[in-house]
């Protein structure tokens, strides 16, 4: 086997043995990540929670503010989409209800800013 | 002539191959997580996902989904995690809903802090209470029976039996409403009785809040002369008429230096209603709960007599009820 050959299979190895460190052994640790990352499940759970907020408090900017740091994804389609999947869940029917509410005063508020709902 | 060489360049090759594999796991192609838990939230993250979680509590009250939630952020001690927040908050100058809110959820996760701490024990028959953290006794006696609803009303004429081990106390009280009537759980029979370490179990003992209703008024003024106290320190106890501990009331100290504000409720493990300051020497001052509470004043840094000459630090205690 000529000596390049042997070379090129030394880098590919290396390569082998780089990627299994880098992504299995120590891969990049994200330790610090944001709401944004969080499973979809815990979002809605998050956005369940903005609700109930919103029942107690009744504020929808602080509503809006809470729902942005969840992304940039307009607060409304947030909301819509959590309410799609707290019933793909199986979300008890009061909490998704409360997620309607939370829904229907960000609209109110959209409307009201000259916004369309999704 | 052939040139030996060696198998140095199988090395260099494997170095090679590992720099750029490495490379591309760490720098081009990560691992991504895009489907993380609010545990590997970033600290202020998830001191908004807590706060979160104690508003949702405030509005709906339901303990065992606050519970489940505060468990995703994995902290060592939840209950520290919400208190220091709070803390933070208060000392940030932030929202004074979301620090009634993180002190509120604290307390109904500890409803029996550690130490002889507000902690209530219901029974059938008794009540045992550790009102304040020294060794102090409080017992109130009711004036009538029980009714048929558990609640006995009873007349406010709490006797003070302040009985203290190495201490002398000096009993100063104040009824600040002496028609008002006080409802308090059955038996009352306050002791200072050592309690078990707190544990987060959720109790049925309903946790008051700071909620609107009439301004506070000092109920009693206490001098406690403890000579284990190394600095002076203003104790305020704040309750409801049913003599329930009320957490997140705002305590307003006033002086020449200027004004302080806190909330009852940030030591859990003194108590729901309970708050304390260290007074200044020399420094005299007012304090009241609330904007519209009743403001008591010529409250300066307490100095006890010892038996055998000298002196020593003193505390103030006012106890404060919400008629």
């Known amino acids: ?118 | 002539m052939k040139e030996e060489r060696g198998s140095w360049y199988l090395l260099t090759g494997l170095l090679i191959g590992i720099a750029i594999g490495l490379g591309y796991a760490w720098v081009v192609q990560p691992v991504r997580y895009i489907n993380t838990s609010p545990a590997s939230l970033r600290a202020d993250f998830k001191d908004r996902y807590r706060a979160l979680i104690a508003a949702a509590y405030a509005s709906n009250k339901d303990l065992v989904r606050a519970k489940a939630r505060l468990a995703l952020l994995k902290d060592a001690d939840v209950f520290q995690a919400l208190s220091e927040q709070a803390q933070r908050t208060l000392a940030k100058g932030g929202s004074n809903d979301e620090v009634s809110a993180l002190g509120l959820l604290a307390l109904s996760l500890g409803q029996v802090p550690p130490g002889p701490a507000a902690a209530i024990t219901n029974s059938p028959a008794t009540v045992t209470r550790a009102v304040v953290p020294r060794t102090r006794a409080v017992s109130a006696t009711p004036l009538s029976t029980p009714t048929s609803t558990s609640i006995p009303t009873v007349i406010p004429t709490e006797t003070v039996s302040d009985t203290l081990v190495g201490l002398s106390l000096v009993v100063n009280t104040q009824v600040a409403r002496p028609s008002a009537t006080f409802t308090l759980p059955p038996s009352p029979s306050l002791t200072n009785t050592p309690l078990p370490r707190r544990t987060n179990t959720p109790t049925p003992t309903p946790v008051a809040s700071s909620t609107p209703g009439g301004p506070f008024v000092l109920s009693k003024r206490l001098q406690i002369c403890d000579q284990e106290l190394d600095k002076p320190l203003i104790e305020i106890q704040a309750a409801s008429l049913f003599g329930q501990p009320v957490p997140g009331v705002l305590v307003i100290v006033s002086s020449t230096g200027g004004e302080q504000r806190f909330y009852t409720g940030l030591k859990p493990e003194k108590g729901a209603g309970y708050a304390d300051f260290i007074p200044e020497q020399g420094v005299s001052y007012t304090i009241r709960l609330g904007e519209g509470g009743q403001p008591v004043s010529e409250l300066t840094a307490l100095e006890c007599q010892r038996l055998g000459g000298g002196t020593f630090w003193g505390a103030w205690l006012l106890k404060f009820v919400q008629p």
Do not use: C, H
């Open chain 1, 1 to 118: 086997m000529s000596r390049w050959i042997r070379f090129l299979i030394a880098i590919l190895v290396g390569i082998s043995l780089g990627l299994v460190y880098g992504w299995w052994i120590n891969p990049t640790e994200y330790v610090a990540t944001s709401p944004e990352s969080l499973k979809f499940d815990y979002k809605t759970d998050y956005v369940l929670m903005v609700a109930e907020a919103y029942k107690g408090e009744g504020n929808t900017l602080l509503a809006e503010r809470r729902l942005g740091l969840l992304g940039n994804t307009p607060p409304l389609q947030m909301v819509y989409q959590a309410i799609v999947d707290a019933q793909k869940i199986g979300y008890q029917e009061s909490d998704v209800q409360l997620m309607q509410t939370l829904m229907s005063a960000l609209q109110t508020g959209a409307i009201i800013q000259g916004t369309q709902p999704p």
